[in-house]
């Protein structure tokens, strides 16, 4: 099954394999149909990244079928398929973000349809404040001449102009402009994990808003009491690791 | 199981079997409640038609079941079983779309909402881009005289009017007014594909206008880069073939 | 299993079977949750029903656990376990509707939204008129005196008070206002495809009436011509029996 | 796999079990994503509280993986995971409400955008009535002081202070403003069943609502019946016990 003039290194292997679970991951969270969709992962020691193969069913994805191409040039150096389209946001994203490890894009129902609205998912409740330390922004459109020529990298970095200084893991999530949500976290497992919350939270707070117009996002302190019991020093959700 | 008196060719045993893969696929992809909806598959070069029997349960589909009709004619030539009573809406999509190979109808939940609601849904996203090249049509009412006569038979006739010069390969799906969705494809599999992806992008449009109701369609530009991207000469999404 | 004095004859075996797979096939189809819902099935000759029990897991029923019930008096004549609280209402539908064989009561999602809402569904398509030859009706709210005594029962007269002189069978369900749907059919398994139907119905009119709240009914011609090619004499949507 | 220096009784494994048995069923009915949501029980006599690790799969839950801590001081007494972090609102609940014996918190999907919009959900149904007896409340805001220390015992207080006098069986359930619901029953397995029902009221009347903005209420007798024919002295729902 491998073609490639690199034999690529042992560890290799464990990426691929945590690359191909999290793109298998994305079906059974419902978070993606046909191909629309994908994950990767990053070793950061090695300069590599693995990623979904492009317009490959979900259901198939072996280890071996994973590209595995090099951070600094985005050339392939491992699997003899095509690698996702996207291939370019999510190197872009890996350049922009030197704390993330894992990176995945949906086009699941309620974040696309915030991301359609061009609209940033206001902060409405705990659920949200417990993996998105504010609201959710959404990017610019992309202009004419980014879309012409180099439009996945743009797609990259239109997501780090959104951000901006704000660290990555506070905000894990970004909605494209007319596209759909990209997520990232320490792993390709954290990634998915938010790519779930990104989901619940864009379909809670739609709703929410049917009900309620004008509703207030949540208090600076509710926000900073829930990010903070997940996340950081002070932290006491979950067990000890 | 077979009682016709032409025995059919070898290579329709195939087209038999394409055209019941993709009539139990509309059920896995919760496409279809009960009986509502149908696919069939044409063998341009042997002239004939393969579509889903009348009001039989998907889940028992045999390509035995499956029967096969002359696209001139529309007289059967294969199987004990009485063709879906849409086949005349089908064989008026074969003859009118040259290029097409399949053609799928369903009552799936959102694309049917717009085509009850008699509007067009407009293109806000990629996803949309993806699969259609422009708004998707909405067909006008059809009127008494078609109704009273040969009314599937106008329902195929009104859907090839709305396209109009349009290539059905760039808008491979059309809303017929307070009916529902049909689709088509180069075969059967792109048909359900397409299917697929109408009702993702009704899902999705209905609820960015509940967030944003005066949100615009996306740029030409981004339309053409997406649609481009997987569908001509400079299609580069997926594995080479 | 049996405690009854009275042996059911035969016949009522496979009453009782049909009863348990339409209950079943309630859950199965995602229109109950926990024990909201009942199916029932009445054998005219021998003047008996059989019915769920009350308050039973749907999961865990079998033909021995399902009570029969006579019609005329609704006294129990076979099986150890109480009927549905809602037996009186069934008992009133298969005494004011001669023609049919089965009831089903859910608490589906979109059937009961409109219920709560005390609101018709009007026809806005090809799939409502397929299965309900006209708006599907809600009842007048209750009165006082009618919950305060024989409360099952009222809600059986009201429904039949709201269909008024329309065939049944032409009109297989109705709204119980503020409470949820009712439907019934030739048989159990008619009853709950009108129960799925009606829930489908439910659904894409709530969303059509969301794109565009002013959108008129469909049209009396397109009604009954889809009516009609499912039922009565002129039918031609299905095999042939 | 048990390290505590208490041996817990025999009688505690049983708890154990359930509680493992109501957090897994959780996920089964569509109440949890990922691990957002957990389930307890009281053993009155024996002054313990049995609920879910913090942060862990709800799919791996065995009851040896369940803590057990006392009911009085919150002190681990069986069990090497550390408890929900939630757990302190378990606590003040069951000390707040002697008659009950099961807590369950989910972030299901409509409960919490009513939890979101911060409004109580009003009795528009008999669905309602059989299980809450009258609108489901929300609390008020947390203030800043109750977030900064002791949030999660503040959050089972202002539950209580939000139920009043109310029996909290009459009304097992509340929506904790911007967070998501609460509710209770006699033990684990009817907290989960009012989870349940809550989740299906929230929906349908969130889409009540959407159809009909004014509707109101049912009358005080409708949902007097319903409630009373499933809970109290007269109720004749169910089998007898």
Request: glycine fraction near 10%; hydrophobic fraction near 40%; proline fraction near 8%.
């Amino acid at each position: 099954m491998e073609s490639g003039v690199l034999q690529p290194p042992l560890a290799l292997r464990e990426l691929r394999e945590r690359v191909a679970d999290a793109n298998v991951r994305l079906v059974r969270e419902g978070l993606v149909e046909l191909t629309f969709g994908n994950a990767s992962a990053v070793d950061r020691e090695a300069g590599l990244v693995a990623i979904k193969p492009s317009g490959v069913p979900f259901t198939a994805l072996c280890p071996d079928d994973i590209p595995v191409l090099e951070l600094a040039t985005g050339e392939i150096v491992a699997g003899t398929l095509r690698p996702s389209s996207d291939t370019p946001t999510h190197l872009a994203l890996y350049r922009a973000f030197a704390g993330i490890g894992g990176v995945v894009h949906t086009h699941s129902p309620y974040a696309t349809a915030w991301a359609q609205a061009r609209l940033a998912i206001p902060c409405l409740g705990t659920t949200h404040a417990d993996h998105f330390a504010g609201p959710v922004p959404v990017t610019r459109a992309l202009r004419e001449d980014e879309i012409a020529a180099g439009y996945e990298e743009a797609t990259g970095r239109v997501i780090a102009e959104t951000l901006g200084p704000t660290d990555p893991l506070a905000m894990p999530g970004v909605l494209v402009c007319s596209h759909g949500p990209f997520t990232w976290g320490a792993g390709p497992e954290e990634a998915v994990e938010n790519a779930v919350a990104l989901e619940v939270v864009a379909a809670s707070t739609y709703r929410a808003l049917r009900l309620a117009a004008d509703v207030e996002p949540i208090s600076e302190e509710l926000l900073a009491k829930h990010f903070g019991r997940k996340h950081g020093p002070g932290s006491y959700y979950g067990q000890p690791s």
